[in-house]
């Protein structure tokens, strides 16, 4: 089955800690992107990579980090300095010839 | 940086009413254009999209949209809704090419939960 996945479904951390959600692709997509939802607020853009190896702020980059070492894969790190990581978090790609995006479905991350 | 509205925070209608959510965003030049819809404990999944050509776009599910430049809008529609129309959507825009052939950052509406009642 082709698709994105993302793990695990649901997170619980403490305050203070770092955590890392995973974005895998199999859709051979060049473009990742991750998104945070948040009730009323809609979709906003974390980071977004176009290729590997590169990879750009979005909207609300502050407090987050990622890395993209491999075509398949966009991790997202939460940092302690991200000041409301509770949130629903959303992993998308894309490809060059629909330039449509393809979600994950999500990783709901609850920080106590 | 551009924006996009959606005019309804959430919508309830009884099954077999029509349906017309509105989105109108900011930017003045080329746009990519969608809607995606949250079925409860789904995937978000693009409902349809407009890059050039015909502005009335038909999607899956029986829901249609209508580009109109002047106004900036891109409304959905569907004719007779259904309680499994149960979700909420998502207006998108992209600033594009005609050709649509260009990666680049989806801007998003603040959603729209519809509710339908059998």
């Known amino acids: 089955d082709g698709g994105i996945t993302q793990s695990p479904k649901y997170l619980f951390r403490k305050e203070g800690q770092n955590v890392t959600l995973s974005c895998e692709q199999n859709l051979n997509h060049d473009a990742m992107y991750w998104y945070r939802q948040d009730p009323g607020q809609g979709l906003r853009l974390i980071y977004y990579?176009?290729?590997?190896?590169?990879?750009q702020k979005g909207d609300i980059a502050e407090g987050y980090s990622v890395s993209r070492e491999k075509k398949e894969s966009f991790p997202l790190t939460v940092t302690s300095a991200q000041k409301n990581p509770t949130a629903f978090y959303l992993c998308?790609?894309?490809?060059?010839?629909?330039?449509?995006?393809?979600f994950g479905p999500g990783t709901r991350l609850t920080v106590l | 940086a551009q924006s996009v509205s959606q005019h309804n925070h959430h919508v309830i209608l009884s099954e077999a009413a029509s349906l017309e959510l509105g989105c109108n965003y900011s930017?003045?030049?080329?746009?990519?254009l969608f809607w995606y819809v949250q079925y409860p404990g789904q995937h978000l999944q693009l409902l349809l999209k407009?890059?050039?050509?015909?502005?009335l776009v038909k999607g899956i599910k029986g829901f249609e949209a209508e580009f109109i430049k002047s106004k900036f809008s891109f409304n959905l529609r569907k004719p007779s809704v259904q309680w499994s129309d149960t979700a909420e959507y998502f207006c998108a825009v992209k600033e594009g090419s005609a050709g649509g052939t260009s990666y680049g950052k989806l801007t998003f509406g603040q959603g729209t939960i519809l509710t339908v009642h059998p």
């Open positions: 998308a790609s894309t490809a060059w010839e629909t330039d449509t995006q393809y």
């Open positions: 407009y890059f050039s050509g015909d502005p």
């Open positions: 990579s176009q290729i590997v190896n590169d990879f």
């Open positions: 930017y003045g030049g080329t746009v990519n």
